[in-house]
């Protein structure tokens, strides 16, 4: 599976944005999906993760109650609502995906997932 995100930008504190990841080569449902991030010097950090069967989302503490992320079939992507956006939040994010399901204590871990976008750069300014 190929994995192509975007909707990133340049955003003020407070603002929203809508990342989208395209997934060709594959059906969404039989994968588990993830978010991460990485900030300039620092190391990639999980955001979100969704199961395979949808039913079932976890989120880092940092962007509990703000961030959702979601599928949608129709258009085969997988999303991140991104909502009172932070300075902190300023990172490029990448999608990533693994064939099959994932246990919890995996979801967290960037060596879980086989497939990966090129990211997209998200800047929130103060």
């Known amino acids: 599976v190929q994995l192509q995100a975007s909707g990133g930008g340049l955003v003020q504190a407070g603002d929203s944005l809508r990342l989208s990841c395209a997934a060709s080569?594959?059906?969404?449902?039989?994968?588990?999906w993830a978010w991460f991030r990485q900030a300039p010097g620092k190391e990639r950090e999980f955001v979100a993760a969704?199961?395979?069967?949808?039913?079932?989302?976890y989120y880092a503490d940092s962007v509990k109650g703000r961030f959702t992320i979601s599928r949608d079939a129709d258009k085969n992507t997988v999303n991140l609502q991104m909502n009172m956006l932070k300075p902190e939040d300023t990172a490029v994010y990448y999608c990533?995906?693994?064939?099959?399901?994932?246990?919890?204590?995996?979801?967290?871990?960037?060596?879980?997932?086989?497939?990966w976008g090129q990211g997209t750069l998200v800047t929130v300014s103060s």
């Open positions: 990533a995906g693994k064939s099959g399901d994932i246990i919890l204590s995996a979801t967290r871990s960037s060596t879980s997932y086989h497939y």
């Open positions: 080569g594959g059906t969404l449902s039989r994968y588990a």
């Open positions: 969704i199961r395979r069967s949808g039913g079932h989302r």
